[in-house]
């Protein structure tokens, strides 16, 4: 608590941001954390409680009552008070009812707006709150109005002026250093017409999937995009900072989901809910190396004919996997930030394959040398060395199809993907190796 307490006398209230505050209650023990937590200035308690993991915000429930989670909720943007209320409803619906109830009209009104896009809505990230002005208003009495608002402190964090027409639909984007070297007798319009830049607005529909807004994002290097409706009228606005918010969560759910992992069962304490999720999949894991013990029952014989096949064959189907992994990996990061486009599945293929097949041939002599040396059988490093080739030269293809074929499925590329490429590195790579050694060596 004392960390916090320093913190804060240490620094203006207006200098104060939240994640900085979200960092240091981090770092205490239970017995501390809900002490720390009143000193939290109230205007800051709902953007330091969403910069705190999931797993803290049932702190945030109880030790503030209802008024104050109320206030909390007021002080923050449209966006972030869907984000709050959706956290508070996760921890007790009962008390996120009551705030609910508590919060003025406006606010109700947009959060009931927000909420009813779906998750990949790019309406559900949406800030309402926007700066505008109409094409026939004077630019002095633009700059004028936005002085009074931001002194206010009615608009924050605004780096675009939306002009729109009458009938609310966008028209144009003016950035405020453009409107700043406008002619200020003159009409927004006036001004746009005579300039030689272009104010064609870079815009999103509401139910437009959020992945190509990311995109959009990251291809024109923007900071914000307005956000229309089918018919054009602007609804809203998504800032950067929404979208790095955005990217880093699609990267972790990546990151899990390759690993079989449930990225919401992974955010809470709760060992079984976890341990239930990461259960399945190694149950699906269990069933994959089953089989692939089967196609070695397989060669019973020739594994007790042959000690040394048992000691390298391992190795075969490591390097498979390995060499699978990375494809995979390569293609799932692509595919999620859109580096392939639909005719490039036969490139990626193509170029996976080839990569693991120059790396096959590489260390198939380099371990086909080691494996005849080590057993003194020239023939069992012919056997390893066309054995790795098989299996890398599948690695590559596969773990560049699978989740290209996903994708094509419209299923998530990284879910089940590595439980497919194991089994067939291990399976392929177990047959080949041991159905070569029976023919070759016996």
Same mark, same amino acid.
């Not at 104060?16 to 000193?39: G, M, N």
């Not at 999937?209 to 900071?223: G, P, R």
């Not at 990569?355 to 056997?383: D, E, P, Q, R, Y």
């Not at 599948?394 to 074929?405: D, H, I, K, Q, S």
């Given at each position: ?11 203006e ?17 239970? /017995? ?22 999931d ?9 503030? /009552? ?27 619906? /009962?008390? %996120? ?21 779906? *998750? ?6 949406m ?8 094409? *026939? *208003? ?8 936005f @002085? *009074? ?14 002009i ?7 028209l ?22 005579q /300039? ?7 815009k %999103?529909?509401?139910r ?17 995009m ?5 018919y ?32 919401? @069962? ?6 079984f809910? @976890? ?44 390097m ?64 390893i ?6 299996n890398?030269f ?5 773990? @560049? ?5 996903l ?36």
């Open positions: 608590m004392n960390k916090l307490q320093e913190y804060l006398n240490a620094h209230l207006s200098e104060i941001h939240p994640s900085d505050i979200a960092k240091i209650l981090k770092q205490l023990d239970d /017995s501390e954390f809900a002490a720390a937590l009143k000193l939290v200035p109230k205007d800051l308690i709902g953007d330091v409680a969403l910069a705190l993991p797993r803290y915000f049932d702190d945030v429930v109880e030790n503030f /009552s209802i008024e104050e989670l109320r206030d909390a909720v007021s002080a923050l943007e449209s966006d972030d008070q869907v984000d709050f209320m959706h956290e508070l409803q996760e921890v007790d619906e /009962s008390v %996120a009812s009551k705030v609910f109830d508590t919060l003025d009209e406006d606010d109700r009104k947009e959060i009931i707006k927000l909420q009813t896009y779906g *998750e990949d809505d790019a309406g559900a990230y800030q309402l709150e926007i700066f505008t002005a109409y094409k *026939e *208003e004077i630019v002095h009495d633009v700059i004028r109005r @002085a *009074e608002l931001r002194r206010a402190k009615e608009i924050e964090n605004i780096q675009n002026l939306f729109i027409g009458n009938d609310k639909k966008l144009f984007t003016v950035g405020l250093d453009d409107l700043l070297v406008f002619d200020f007798d003159k009409t927004i319009i006036k001004n746009i017409e /300039s030689e830049d272009s104010f064609e607005p870079k %999103a529909e509401d437009e999937n959020i992945k190509d807004v990311v995109h959009y994002f990251e291809e024109y290097d923007l900071s914000v307005p956000i229309v409706n089918a054009g009228v602007l609804l809203g606005r998504i800032t950067s900072d929404d979208i790095y918010d955005i990217i880093n969560e699609h990267a972790t759910e990546q990151m899990y989901h390759l690993a079989g992992v449930d990225d919401d @069962a992974e955010e809470y304490d709760e060992i809910r @976890a341990g239930k999720k990461r259960a399945s999949w190694l149950g699906l894991n269990l069933f994959t190396a089953i089989f692939a013990s089967i196609v070695i029952g397989f060669f019973a014989d020739t594994l007790q004919s042959m000690v040394a096949l048992a000691v390298l064959m391992p190795i075969v189907a490591s498979g996997g390995n060499a699978g992994t990375q494809s995979l990996t390569v293609v799932v990061r692509q595919l999620a930030l859109g580096g392939i486009s639909q005719g490039d599945a036969m490139r990626i293929i193509k170029k996976e394959v080839l990569i693991s097949l120059m790396n096959g041939v590489i260390f198939a002599v380099v371990m086909g040398i080691v494996a005849a040396v080590w057993f003194k059988i020239n023939m069992l490093g012919v056997v060395a066309l054995s790795m080739v098989i890398l599948m690695a590559g293809l596969f773990g @560049a199809a699978v989740p290209l074929f994708k094509r499925m419209d299923i998530d590329p990284a879910i089940g993907s590595t439980v497919i490429l194991t089994t067939v590195t291990d399976v392929v790579g177990f047959f080949s190796f041991l159905a070569l050694a029976t023919y070759i060596l016996l």
